[in-house]
């Protein structure tokens, strides 16, 4: 079955940089698509970044400069790389791929952006 399992969130001060990691399984990692979302209480869950099998990159308008999406189909993972932090990034973000017509998610995984 497919599983995606994220990694990376924590605390972080304005201004300061995260990584975050998708580690999926349970189906051909690089022929989809892979994508970060992210929510936040009583917001619905926005994109945040998507990225090809062919590794085409595109970004929500206020990612755009600060977060770069990756993959590493040898390690079945991808990855969110995020810079110049600011408070309203902070939320849950979330792993997502859509196989076979079916939307999966990870558990998500914590960013929280204070000082």
């Known amino acids: 079955q497919v599983q995606l399992v994220e990694s990376g969130g924590g605390l972080v001060q304005p201004g300061g940089s995260l990584r975050l990691s998708c580690a999926a399984s349970g189906f051909t990692f690089n022929n989809y698509a892979m994508s970060w979302y992210r929510q936040t209480p009583g917001k619905e869950r926005e994109l945040v970044a998507a990225?090809?099998?062919?590794?085409?990159?595109n970004y929500a308008d206020s990612m755009k400069g600060r977060f770069t999406i990756s993959r590493d189909n040898a390690k079945n993972t991808v990855y969110l790389q995020m810079n110049s932090l600011k408070p309203e990034d902070t939320a849950v973000y979330y792993c997502?791929?859509?196989?076979?017509?079916?939307?999966?998610w990870g558990q998500g995984t914590q960013v929280t952006v204070s000082s």
């Open positions: 997502s791929t859509k196989v076979w017509a079916v939307r999966y």
């Open positions: 990225i090809s099998s062919g590794g085409n990159t």
